[in-house]
C-alpha cells in the first residue's frame, strides 16, 4: 500500500471512529511517547539492557504501527504529502550516498 492510501486510511478513521485529530502538539507528545516504547522494547530485547518481564510481552511492530499512525496523523493535519517528501527522501540519500556507504570500513564484514 502507498503512503498515500496510508495517509487517506487514517484519516477516514480519525473522521468516523477518532471524531477529530489531536492538536498538532499533542500528536507531537503522543509521537514521542510511542518512540519511547520503541527504544524500550530495542533497548532490552535487543541491547544489553535486561528485559523485564513486563516488557517481554510488548510487541515491536505495534509499537512502530503507532509511530507510524501518529505520523500518518501530523501528515494529515499539516498538509504534508508524505509520499511525495519520501520518494524525494529516497531519490536525495541514493544520490548522496551511492558511494558513500559502499567506500565505508565501519560497514565491510
Known sequence: ?????LQKQVDE?????GVRYFNELTNMAIL?????????????RYGEQ???DSDKSKNLGEELA???FVTLC????TGTDLQEA?????????ERDKERHQNNE???D
Open 1 to 5: 500500500m502507498e503512503i498515500t492510501n
Open 13 to 17: 478513521w480519525i473522521k468516523t471512529v
Open 32 to 44: 514521542s511517547e510511542e518512540v519511547g516504547e520503541v527504544g524500550r522494547i530495542i533497548s532490552r
Open 50 to 52: 535486561s528485559e523485564k
Open 66 to 68: 503507532d509511530v507510524l
Open 74 to 77: 501530523l501528515a494529515n493535519q
Open 86 to 94: 519520501f520518494d524525494k527522501k529516497m531519490k536525495l540519500k541514493t
Open 106 to 108: 565501519k560497514l565491510k
